[in-house]
């Protein structure tokens, strides 16, 4: 609001003496106060609408829905691939409870547990079109004939073991058997391949079963849409690469979606893709719109700073600070464009996948989230036009340097912690078993979360490790929930109480907020010399709100 009645006061100015100079300078502070003001102050001091204001509202609105709308299709076919990985392994797998193991589905212990699975396996696929409950069915290749299920055994190529004399002879090197099943010659594949089946337990590394099925996902009617086509490539791997007593089998899919050739249905599931489509184009619209804009203000920003610039190194031979700098090459902008591109190509991804040619509905999801997370992050830098609201993004913007340099001593510390607790626990702890979950274990624990069942899950068979693992816990807890965390607090909370008062008593002033206020008092600085007073509010130099730009 200041910016806006010394505009214009200046407006109404009735001076007429003035130099050349006089008339550059009120143009340019002129020019930059109406640049800082809001979209009201712009329209009532020009009645120009604030359309970057309305485009962004507007551009919200539809990619939110777009989000949504997404997302509810995404849900369907996510569900639908992990209810047919469902189906396959109680299909396939013999014995299998629901729940997998670990990484792997079932694990079994004798040879004939490993016979019986293989062979039910093979069993199963043959009677496929009598069991499967769903619109599943064999794979045909270009001829319209069967694809018939592979199977390969690895295995090393010679070896002989005696473990009662500590005796071995083994070539590492590795040989691949394969061979293939006809669902039509389902009663002929023992009596024709039963030398395949002579398994050398002691040679063997694993086992793979991999075969194509075709499905149809009939779910998507119901929200209106064309239903997909699937190719399920099912892969079941027995695996004996320990070869301590202990075969590993699990079942893997990856399934791939297309439109179906030959299809026919009745409703407005078409229709409904048509407007979905439409609707995209729209949103696409609205995205180049707002990248346009908010790129001719970055134009115009910088074309400000080169005139300021240029007006302080010949007046007061001086240059623009760096907070300064900051006011007019605005970070907003580049997030808001930055969501603008990420929004088009989810939304070119999302017409692509509803139109069937494209089926990587993963890399739509991240593109249309990430966009949606930084239009809705947007918004904050309007509420920011109200000094109440505006705490946070100063608090934000004043505790950022000091927390991103606490966090990298911290993060060492944390780092040591990892790689300590990966190479003792490892072994005796399922949380400590990879790097990535000792780092996920570790951060639960910093936040006060499972810590009991942390304690308690860690075997106890080694005196020495478990005495460690006390140590190691007890010493982690206190030092970063005591210290750390306390200290990462106190940093952010020390802003928050710089900004109360300086909202309280006022902000430093900077040489552009100066010459916003007609003060030319600027003083004197030797170039590339700091005081202790300038470092100390460096962080604070521009944290007045001034009015910026809309966006």
Known sequence: M???????????????ILTEDAIKEDHLRDDLRYYFMSPCEKYRARRQLPWKLGVQILKIIMITTQLILFGLNNQLVVSYKEENEMAFKNLFLKGYSGVDEDDYSISVYTQHDVYDSLFYVLDQYSQLGRLSLGPISYAKDKDDKLLPLIICKEYYKRGSMEPLDEAYDIDAELEKDCMSHDPQTANQWKTQNSSFFDLDFYRLVDIQLSFQLKGINLQTVRSRELPDCYVFSVTITFDNQGHSGKVKISLDIDAQSSACHDWKISGTAQKNTHYLLVFDGFVIIACVTSAVL????????VG????????????????????DQSEFLNGWYLLVITSDLLAIVGSILKMEIQAKSLTSYDVCSIF???????????????????????????????????VLRFCCCAGMIYLGYTFCGWIVLGPYHEKFEGL??????????????????????????NTLVWLFSRAYLYSFISLFIYMV?????????????????????????????????????FSAAEEGSQTDAAARYSVFCCCQRVPESDV
């Open 436 to 461: 990535s979950r000792v780092a996920e274990c570790l951060f639960s624990l910093l936040n006060g979360d499972d810590m009991f069942t942390t304690f308690a899950q860690l075997k106890d068979k």
């Open 485 to 521: 965390l306390s200290l990462f607090i106190a940093l952010i909370t020390d802003a928050y109480e710089t900004i109360k008062s300086y909202q309280k008593e006022g902000f430093p002033l900077t040489d552009l907020q100066k010459f916003l206020r007609d003060q030319t008092d």
């Open 2 to 16: 200041e910016l806006l009645v010394r505009y214009l006061d200046r407006r109404n100015s009735t001076n007429s």
């Open 294 to 301: 908010c790129t001719r203000s970055i134009i115009l920003a």
């Open 368 to 402: 249309l989230g990430t966009s949606t997370l930084m239009v809705w992050v947007g918004v904050i830098r309007y509420l920011g036009y109200f000094q109440k609201y505006n705490v946070l993004i100063l608090t934000m913007k004043a505790a950022f340097p000091k």
């Open 304 to 323: 400000l700073l080169q005139r300021f610039s240029k007006f302080l190194h010949e007046n007061y031979s001086r240059k623009v600070c760096e907070d």
